[in-house]
């Protein structure tokens, strides 16, 4: 079956580094995504990956090993605005996207 | 900036009653979809078009139907509502399907939170 599984919450401290890991399982790959959302708000797309490697945006970036079927999403300089959701979501061969549940980020002061 | 908009940010509705959520892009999408989305769970795919007149059953397509008439509205409907169909659901839609994976970046409408009681 296909499946997405993320950490359910995590908390970090305004201006520290947090690693948001996300493990994938689809039939065939066309690629990650990572969507933040805000509490009562829609996801907002952050990033794409489709080749083994880093993508950094900002503060952002998003890795991805296919082989390993492991994704993450590193997030720097945190500041409170980062509270959020981010949710991961595996496109599979028919271009459908497999959502996980998504991680709640609580940034402490 | 593409724009996805609904028809309401909050409904509630009484059990039995037929229910109409609009959708609407503003960016001649050929992609458009309907999740639902309940804490623990993520977001679940009820279901999608790829064209006008097109539609194609999510993982969840049991209670409700769609409309597609026009490219850019894709309307869900709730034949019959019921208690266990109090969700947020969320209205999405991407440029297109082919080669170039990057299209099928989804954009997201600011959602609309059902109570059915």
């Known amino acids: 079956g296909q499946n997405i599984d993320q950490p359910t919450e995590m908390t970090a401290t305004e201006g520290a580094i947090v690693q948001i890991n996300c493990t994938y399982q689809?039939?065939?790959?066309?690629?990650l995504f990572w969507y933040q959302q805000h509490a009562g708000e829609a996801p907002t797309f952050l990033s794409y990956n489709v080749l083994d490697g880093l993508e950094e945006k900002g503060r952002f970036s998003s890795f991805l090993s296919r082989s390993k079927g492991y994704s993450y999403l590193l997030l720097k300089e945190l500041q409170m605005k980062d509270s959020a959701s981010y949710l991961c979501?595996?496109?599979?061969?028919?271009?459908?996207?497999?959502w996980g549940a998504g991680t709640k980020l609580i940034i402490k002061p | 900036d593409v724009k996805v908009t609904q028809s309401s940010r909050y409904l509630v509705k009484r059990t039995g009653e037929k229910v109409f959520l609009e959708c609407v892009q503003d960016?001649?999408?050929?992609?458009m979809f309907w999740y639902r989305q309940d804490p623990g769970l993520g977001l679940r795919l009820i279901y999608f078009s790829y064209d006008v007149k097109m539609k194609e059953k999510g993982d969840i397509p049991e209670g409700y139907s769609v409309s597609r008439e026009k490219k850019e509205r894709f309307s869900l409907i709730l034949e019959s509502a019921s208690t266990n169909q109090t969700s947020m659901y969320l209205c999405?839609?991407?440029?297109?399907?082919?080669?170039?994976?990057?299209?099928?970046?989804?954009?997201f409408g600011p959602g609309t939170r059902l109570l059915v009681l």
């Open positions: 689809t039939s065939g790959f066309n690629g």
């Open positions: 979501a595996g496109m599979d061969s028919n271009y459908q996207l497999i």
């Open positions: 999405a839609s991407s440029p297109g399907q082919g080669a170039e994976v990057n299209l099928e970046t989804q954009y």
């Open positions: 960016m001649d999408h050929e992609n």
